[in-house]
């Protein structure tokens, strides 16, 4: 992770979406983030896709590296430079519920996480709710990766340090 910290450095960073969090399936509907943050909250993953992306839930993307950058507005950087991490294109954010409202994508918030493709969604008698529960719920494994390789380091060197003070 240090390797693609640099490659992306937080100061030319552009805007990120929100993290896939457990309880946006019992959230109720998305809402404009605008309503949100004047009833005194933070917009969720699920406000900014359902309404601030220009995707069409029933659009399919060609087979090339990237989902098309006109879908993701203010988001398309770090969409792009995720895409290229991951090496594969951004599924459709977006599908339709069960009436006709738009609803955040399972399998978006699943690639967001750095999982595989399927990882989550393709596992048999899931229901959405479900799914966006066990992608909120779970790890982004490059960063598991990361932080246990800290961890361990951390741990070598004081056993080191304390080796070479009883030694």
């Not at 029933?58 to 098309?68: C, I, M, Q, R």
């Not at 290229?84 to 009436?99: D, E, H, N, S």
């Not at 399998?107 to 048999?124: H, I, Q, R, S």
Request: hydrophobic fraction near 35%.
């Amino acid at each position: 992770m240090t390797a693609l910290a640099r490659l992306f450095p937080r100061d030319r960073a552009e805007k990120l979406f929100k993290t896939p969090t457990a309880n946006l399936a019992s959230n109720g509907s998305a809402q404009h983030p605008d309503k949100r943050k004047a009833g005194g909250h933070g917009p969720t993953l699920e406000d900014e896709v359902c309404f601030l992306l220009n995707v069409d839930p029933d659009e399919v993307a060609d087979n090339g590296p990237h989902s098309p950058a006109d879908w993701w507005g203010p988001f398309a950087a770090c969409v792009y430079r995720w895409e290229i991490f991951m090496g594969r294109q951004a599924p459709v954010p977006l599908m339709r519920g069960p009436r006709g409202g738009l609803k955040l994508a399972p399998k978006f918030a699943e690639w967001m996480m750095g999982l595989p493709d399927g990882w989550v969604t393709d596992v048999p008698g899931l229901t959405r709710e479900e799914q966006i529960g066990r992608i909120g719920n779970g790890v982004c494994p490059q960063q598991a990766h990361h932080a246990f390789g800290f961890l361990r380091d951390q741990l070598h060197k004081a056993l080191t340090e304390e080796s070479t003070q009883h030694g």
